[in-house]
């Protein structure tokens, strides 16, 4: 499949993207209005109603027949994902094989996960046979990010197709042709199924329109302030709302930790996509004995890299040109209080790249350790030990991701439990975002509900549980005609049952 420009109609609003690098046009696309976006609800409702029906197995072979076609499509998404972020093509290729390995887990394991399964009775029930089952929503509305603009609305979409339901989607109005891009590669590679998965593009009114159409469900990715907004109107009709918004994600360095493995994975967590990554590194938190060579060996790593357009270069721009700012004065704001920047400072912006950033000594009340920074910068703080690290890591009003470096994977584990952060890696970085069978999602201003894994698949169904009743009791309690005797008997049994251990 070649990438082509969506055709526009002449009198249709549009709006154009351009190179986050170069600020050149790349293509329009159609501003999508609240009469389309219903129209594309309801049509995805009369659309889910077969896809639902469908035998498990069939409805898996659709969707790793969909996975196939992303795949031999691969380099046309990954430049499309490069051209609208910035990004190198080489880390858009990684983003989309990624994806395809969750698209992958979901289409495999929905039946297993979804399926009817039986549940043991009580004492009093014995006469009923009782089960529950995963039921599709319906129609789940998916508003996605511009960092990772494939591999984190599909944390979404694909689920959420695997357990039975059609999908809207509305991309990012900064990188609206990776979305656009899927939906036509599931439908060439679905026809049966065309149209389950549609795409709408624009701004945020586009948005807004998505959450007043009906859907049975809205995905969001953004920031807590926009999540809020969204959940509001959510609000209105009662509908259910999963928000992944961010983080200010720490890792923890114990003295006994290998501090060049440390190291890498800091430098790489921190700049990886320019620092914007929801679940990137941002705080670090190494014990005194060891954080001058851990910042010694964090500078040496981060100091070889360079921002650029260039095929070898380490990271792209930043993609939001708003970002920059932002980044600016975390970092002008922190030197401002005290901070030492080991590695650039203020003199690092320039739009639209920003140079690696390695900062030690910032306040814990500075923006740069309170706010997300989203962008390529890493403050490593000294503590006296993993209690003191603990707590400065846990509070954060953020509970996305964290990481541990330590010598024993139990001793890591130990401290990992200790954080309040949804997903933990030890010894590594965003380990976990690589293992499809584990949810993905945190708490407090990082958002609520998970994607990915078993988690991920549940929550786009609704529970429906059954009884069904084998036999006439011996002693029938639901029916007005029951003896008072019979219900004194009854209670005196469950009495002298639940008094014992």
Known sequence: MTETTPAVPSSAPVFTTRSPATGEPLAEHPVTGAEEIAAATARGRTLQTAWG????????????????????????VARTISEETGKPVGDAALEVVLTLEHLAWAARNAHRVLRRRKVRTGLFTVHQRASLVHRPLGVVGVIGPWNYPLYTPMGSIGYALAAGNAVVFKPSELTPGTGVLLAELFDAAVPAHAGLLTTVTGPASTGDALTRSGVDKLAFT??????????????ETLTPFL????????????????????????????????????????????????????????????????????????????????????????????????????????????????????????????????????????????VADVDEAVERANASRYALGAAVFCRGGRSGAAIAARLRAGAVSVNSVLGFAAVPALPFGGSRDSGFGRIHGEEGLRAFTAVQSTTVQRFTPPLALTSFEVPAATRERAVRMARSLHRRR
């Not at 469908?54 to 795949?71: C, D, F, I, S, T």
């Not at 809020?228 to 109107?233: D, G, N």
């Open 222 to 235: 953004g920031s807590p302030g926009t999540a809020r907004k969204v959940m509001a109107v959510c609000a």
């Open 53 to 76: 029906a469908l035998p498990p197995a069939r409805r898996k072979e659709h969707l790793l027949r969909w996975k196939k076609a992303v795949a031999t499509d691969l380099d046309t």
């Open 243 to 382: 928000a992944e918004c961010g983080g200010k994600d720490a890792v923890i360095v114990t003295a006994d930790a290998d501090l060049s493995a440390a190291a890498d994975a800091i430098v790489w967590g921190a700049l990886s996509n320019a620092g914007q990554t929801c679940a990137g590194v941002e705080r670090v938190y190494a014990v005194r004995e060891i954080h001058t060579e851990l910042c010694e060996r964090v500078v040496e790593r981060a100091s070889a890299l360079r921002p650029g357009a260039a095929a070898d270069s380490a990271y792209g721009p930043m993609t939001l040109a708003g970002q920059v700012g932002v980044v600016e004065r975390h970092v002008s704001g922190a030197v401002s209080a005290g901070a030492r920047a080991l590695l650039g400072g203020p003199e690092s912006v320039s739009a639209p790249y920003v140079a690696p950033v390695v900062l030690t000594g910032v306040p814990e009340d500075a923006a740069a350790m309170t706010e997300e920074t989203f962008g390529p910068v890493v403050a490593i703080n000294a």
